[in-house]
C-alpha cells in the first residue's frame, strides 16, 4: 500500500522484492511492476513503514544485488520487532517455521541501520498513521490505523491470511505464526474492534481487492469485500 498524506509519500511493506522477482520468474515481487503502472518512482518513497519481519513484507527493501530499492526512504519499524529478531538468544523462541527465517532480518538491515527508526505501538508513526499492537503472528506484528479527516482505516497486515479460512475460523493456526494462542488472541481483539467501528478493513493477504468491512458471523466472522471501482 502507497499513502500520500499530501506531504509524505509512505510506503507500508514492500512484499518480496526484486530479488524474489528474478527467483520466481515473476510469481512474486510485482511491486515494482506495479508502483511503475501507478507512476510512482521508488526513489519519491519518504517513508517505508514495516509491519513486521517476515519476508513477504521486508525482502523488498534490497534489489537483487543488495542495492536500496528506496534509498530516499527513512525506514521505520516496530521497536519489539527489531528486538527480537536482532537478539540471537531469541532463535530459542521461534517455531519451526520462524527459526528458517532468522537470519534474514540482519540481511534487511545489513549496513544501513541508520536509516532506521524504531516506533513505539499506539503512536502516530507518519502523518495520520496510528500503530496498533497485534502481536502472534510475529513477537512485534503491527498493524495501522490511517486516518483522513473523519475518515479511517484499518489495515491489518497479518492479522489473518486468506479471510476465508481464517475470519471464519480465527481459531485455526498457522505454520507462520511465531505465537498462535496470542494470534487467535489478538484477531478476536482486532475484528471485535473494526466490527464495533464498522470500519474499512485493508488485508495484506486479502483477495483482490484486499478491501472490505468485517461482520460478526455467529460467534467467528466474514469479510464482505467492497465493490471495485477503477476509477480515482
Not at 49 to 62: K, N, P, T, Y
Not at 184 to 193: C, E, G, H, L
Request: glycine share 10%; hydrophobic share 40%; with cysteine.
Amino acid at each position: 500500500m502507497v499513502i500520500n498524506t499530501g506531504s509524505k509519500l509512505i510506503l507500508l511493506d514492500t512484499g518480496f522484492g526484486p530479488g524474489a522477482f528474478a527467483a520466481t520468474k515473476g510469481a512474486v515481487g510485482q511491486l515494482g511492476n506495479n508502483m511503475a503502472g501507478a507512476g510512482i518512482d521508488p526513489k519519491s518513497i519518504d517513508i517505508v513503514l514495516l509491519s513486521h519481519f517476515h519476508i513477504d513484507h521486508a525482502g523488498g527493501l534490497r534489489t537483487a544485488d543488495g542495492g536500496l530499492v528506496f534509498p530516499n526512504a527513512e525506514i521505520k519499524v516496530p521497536a519489539p520487532e527489531w528486538a527480537f529478531w536482532m537478539d540471537e538468544s531469541n532463535i530459542s523462541r521461534t517455531n519451526t517455521y520462524n527459526k528458517g527465517h532468522f537470519p534474514n532480518p540482519k540481511k534487511y538491515f545489513a549496513g544501513i541501520e541508520s536509516k532506521v527508526t524504531r516506533y513505539e505501538w499506539g503512536k502516530e508513526v507518519a502523518p495520520g498513521i496510528t500503530s496498533i499492537a497485534t502481536p502472534g503472528h510475529t513477537p512485534g506484528h503491527t498493524s495501522f490505523a490511517i486516518a483522513s479527516g473523519s475518515a479511517r482505516i484499518l489495515a491489518q497486515c497479518d492479522v489473518t491470511n486468506i479471510p476465508s479460512l481464517f475470519l471464519t475460523h480465527p481459531d485455526w493456526q498457522l505454520m507462520y505464526d511465531n505465537d498462535p494462542q496470542l494470534a487467535f488472541a489478538t484477531r478476536r481483539k482486532f475484528f471485535d474492534m473494526a466490527v464495533a467501528e464498522k470500519a474499512t478493513v485493508v488485508g495484506f493477504h486479502f483477495p483482490f481487492p484486499s478491501v472490505g468491512h468485517v461482520e460478526k458471523a455467529g460467534s467467528d466472522y466474514r469479510l464482505v469485500p467492497m465493490p471495485w471501482n477503477p476509477s480515482i
